[in-house]
T-cell receptor, first 110, second 116 residues
């Protein structure tokens, strides 16, 4: 089985940097993904870490440390449109589907 | 390019009624999934189909059935709806078996189901 833990809410101001953490307990997995979901919308893919280290995509970066069972999503130069929920998810070995965390609601304030 | 299309977008049912949620993708993806999302929560996997002709249970399969009609279509059926099945249902697809691809799912816009 697995368990993914994320903070339920994070608040930050426009232009700042925010880090959303994800810790997990699973016997084995292929990689860690991050998704964004605006209220009333569908989840959209942000990033995927198959290997340890940092992956950068524009203002967003994602990090994975398998030895620490830990990953994070880093959002830089925050904009109001970044207000959304962010989910980490893993692909466990032996299951060909993503398992999602409960999500972190990010509120960006002016 | 439509991507993943779900119908209906909204539905109200009475307890005990049955209905089928339809999902189709036009990206030639092998794998398709049904998730449910309750308020303030993450997505929970109901069923998935790693390839045409196969289906597997996810975390919360009770009360649901699925059919992988062909490579494009994956339907979810509620045989006897219960208030606990009030939720937003998302269909998703991915290009290959999850172990080998980039961890990217493509989601439909969701179907909002209320069971009274």
């Amino acid at each position: 089985g697995q368990s993914l833990e994320q903070p339920s809410e994070v608040t930050a101001v426009e232009g700042a940097i925010v880090q959303i953490n994800c810790t997990y307990q699973t016997s084995g997995f292929y990689g860690l993904s991050w998704y964004q979901q605006h209220d009333g919308g569908a989840p959209t893919f942000l990033s995927y870490n198959a290997l340890d280290g940092l992956e950068e995509t524009g203002r967003f970066s994602s990090f994975l440390s398998r030895s620490d069972s830990y990953g994070y999503l880093l959002l830089q130069e925050l904009q109001m449109k970044d207000s959304a929920s962010y989910f980490c998810a893993v692909i466990e070995t032996g299951r060909r589907a993503l398992t999602f965390g409960s999500g972190t609601r990010l509120q960006v304030q002016p | 390019n439509a991507g993943v299309t779900q119908t209906p977008k909204f539905q109200v049912l009475k307890t005990g009624q049955s209905m089928t949620l339809q999902c189709a993708q036009d990206m030639n993806h092998n794998s398709m999934y049904w998730y449910r999302q309750d308020p303030g929560m993450g997505l929970r996997l109901i069923y998935y189909s790693a390839s045409e002709g196969t289906t597997d249970k996810g975390e919360v399969p009770n009360g649901y059935n699925v059919s992988r009609l062909n490579k494009r279509e994956f339907s979810l059926r509620l045989e006897s709806a219960a208030p606990s099945q009030t939720s937003v249902y998302f269909c998703a697809s991915s290009g290959g078996s999850m172990g080998g691809n980039t961890g990217e799912l493509f989601f439909g816009e969701g179907s909002r189901l209320t069971v009274l």
